[in-house]
Every structure is written in C-alpha cells, then in structure tokens.
C-alpha cells in the first residue's frame, strides 16, 4: 500500500511572498496597461517598433511573476529558486533606478520585492518547498 501523504498549510512567509507576488503582477500590468494608452495616443511616428518591443521584456517579467505566484502551491523547489532570481534581480534594478530618483512607482517596486527576497529567503520557506 501506499503511504498517505499530509498536506501541510502553507507557511506565512510563503503566503506573505505569494500575496506581495500577485500585488507585483497586478500592478504592473495596470502599469503597462496605462503606459499602452498613453502610447496610443500618441502621434503615429513617435512610438517605434523598437519601443514597443522593449515594452516586452517588462510584460514578460509580470506575467513569469504571476506565473510563480500561481505555481506556489505546487511546493516545487524550481518555483522558489525562480522567484528568488527574479525577485533579487528586480531589488537591483529598483536600487539602481533610485539613485536616478525616487518616485512612488519605484519604491513600492524595490520594497515589494525586498519583501518577497526576504519571505523566499526564510527556513519556513525552504523546509516547505523542500518536500
């Protein structure tokens, strides 16, 4: 026979990180969203191709974000150790794009994914998606 199995509840860190996730992927697809309007009115020549194909690489970071945050329950240890590369990346990026100026968007952006680094980063976490 087999062995049943127990399902044990999430972890508060792995809830905190999953919530901050899917808080990240929203926003940042009202964030594209509006940009897309914005763009949209604007004069025909003055958006290019090249723009918009840079606008690609932030969608596919949002949707790889929400991706992970629906894949969180699945306790695979790939989905931990991409949202650490993910989350730790966008930590960078966000410090970086500070010393430029800080602004509302940015800080939010670099705390949230602090939050999720911090949360993944916990022994909570790693026994849980060490099944």
């Keep these: 026979m087999s062995e ?26 009202v964030g594209l969203f509006l940009l897309f309007v914005l763009l949209g009115s604007a004069p025909a020549g003055a958006v290019g191709g090249a723009l918009l194909a840079a606008l690609a690489v ?7 974000i929400g991706y992970l945050a629906m894949r969180i ?3 695979r240890g790939w989905v931990r150790t991409f949202g650490l590369v993910i989350e730790f990346l966008l930590v ?4 970086w794009q500070l010393t430029d100026g800080a602004s ?21 976490s790693a026994m849980w998606f060490d099944r």
């Design 4 to 29: 049943p199995y127990s399902i044990e509840a999430m972890p508060q860190s792995v809830s905190v990180a999953r919530t901050c996730m899917w808080v990240q992927a929203v926003l940042g697809l």
């Design 58 to 64: 932030p969608l596919a970071t949002i949707l790889l």
């Design 73 to 75: 329950p699945s306790r």
């Design 92 to 95: 960078l990026l966000g410090v």
């Design 104 to 124: 509302f968007g940015n800080v939010l952006g670099v705390v949230l994914a602090g939050v999720v680094f911090a949360q993944l980063c916990r022994s909570s």
